[in-house]
């Protein structure tokens, strides 16, 4: 389980978060919109460390992370597979060492084992084994996304946070992408948070969804009653998508 309890957050004078509270249950996939500069990518930074509250709880499992130091934080990045907006793959490593960096960092694995782990997560995201021995330049965009989810899959995670999963693909390609982070989070029973501004990868894969405006949550529901709410802060939001597909 997941919770933030009255989180606060800001950036010099430019407050973010002002008293977020939310809990995640097991199993679920919840889904953060919002606007740019909203905090979506703060709050799933905030479980791993890279980004600190000013105050509040931030608690995975019933304890609160906020206030670790940088080496406690290890176990719980173990848990946390995230992926980041950009594939940020190594241009130095073939697609096989990209995946298997986790893996041979935790010191704790044969690399045999390493070997059955990373082509059974670049099958999982519909990579051929002959991937494995590219370097990321030789790749398209589309492919270098699936090289960063298989380097998280490898590792096995409870938690998935995905940042802007979709972003700067072609519709064909984020629908792959879409129907794949639905079919990890299941073949995983992960908890998962998925930041994005896209309504219909929400509909895709969404238990609920939260709306974040001027610092906090303006909507927390389902995807059924997100697409029905008359709230104003929800029916913007929905135009300006319909509009641009991008707020």
């Not at 995975?60 to 176990?75: C, H, M, Q, T, W």
């Not at 848990?79 to 041979?104: H, I, K, W, Y």
Request: proline share 4%.
């Amino acid at each position: 389980m997941i919770q933030y309890r009255q989180v606060y957050k800001s950036f010099g004078d430019q407050p973010v978060l002002r008293g977020i509270d939310l809990e995640i249950a097991e199993g679920e996939t919840f889904f953060i919109l919002g606007k740019t500069g909203a905090g979506k990518t703060v709050m799933i930074r905030m479980l791993v460390g890279l980004v600190r509250p000013d105050r509040g709880q931030v608690l995975i499992d019933g304890r609160d992370v906020a206030g670790l130091r940088e080496e406690e934080f290890v176990p719980v990045r173990r848990q946390c597979g995230m992926v980041f907006q950009l594939p940020t793959l190594f241009d130095s490593l073939t697609v096989f060492d990209n995946v298997a960096f986790g893996l041979r960092r935790l010191g704790t694995w044969l690399e045999d084992e390493i070997r059955d782990r990373v082509f059974k997560a670049l099958e999982q995201v519909e990579l051929a084994r002959e991937v494995s021995a590219r370097r990321p330049s030789e790749l398209s965009f589309g492919e270098q996304k699936r090289v960063g989810l298989a380097r998280t899959l490898v590792l096995a995670p409870r938690y998935m946070l995905y940042d802007e999963p979709t972003t700067g693909l072609d519709p064909f390609t984020a629908g792959r992408i879409t129907a794949l982070i639905r079919e990890v989070n299941r073949s995983l029973s992960a908890t998962a948070i998925v930041v994005s501004h896209d309504l219909e990868i929400m509909a895709e894969i969404a238990d609920r969804v939260g709306l974040l405006t001027e610092g906090g949550f303006g909507f927390i529901g389902t995807v059924d009653e997100f697409m029905r709410s008359d709230l104003p802060a929800v029916t913007e939001f929905r135009r300006g998508f319909t509009r641009s597909g991008q707020p």
